[in-house]
């Protein structure tokens, strides 16, 4: 694999408030969806609050939370076997 090469969304929304607007482009064509986190946010309710956003837009969530800083090889494949199992 061609590590030199990093791929990033079409739009990168960082803003107070800017959740709605960034949701609605997920809505048309976004039917799953995996939420990639720390334990923090979960525990902040950061998640809950985006997770009943994706849910009002019918599409359905699951969160892998298990980021840490500086993430090992370990801690990237289990979030890769998340997506996998999931199939977003």
Do not use: H
Not at 5 to 14: N, V
Not at 47 to 52: P, S
Not at 64 to 83: E, K, L, Q, R, W
């Amino acid at each position: 694999e061609n590590m030199q090469w990093f791929r990033t969304p079409a739009r990168i929304y960082f803003k107070r408030g800017i959740l709605a607007a960034a949701l609605s482009d997920l809505k048309n064509d976004t039917k799953r969806c995996v939420v990639v986190t720390d334990k923090m946010m979960v525990k902040l309710g950061m998640v809950d609050n985006l997770k009943a956003n994706l849910n009002a837009l019918g599409i359905e969530t699951t969160v892998f939370d298990d980021v840490t800083p500086d993430p090992t090889f370990s801690c990237i494949y289990a979030g890769v076997n998340t997506m996998k199992s999931f199939e977003p």
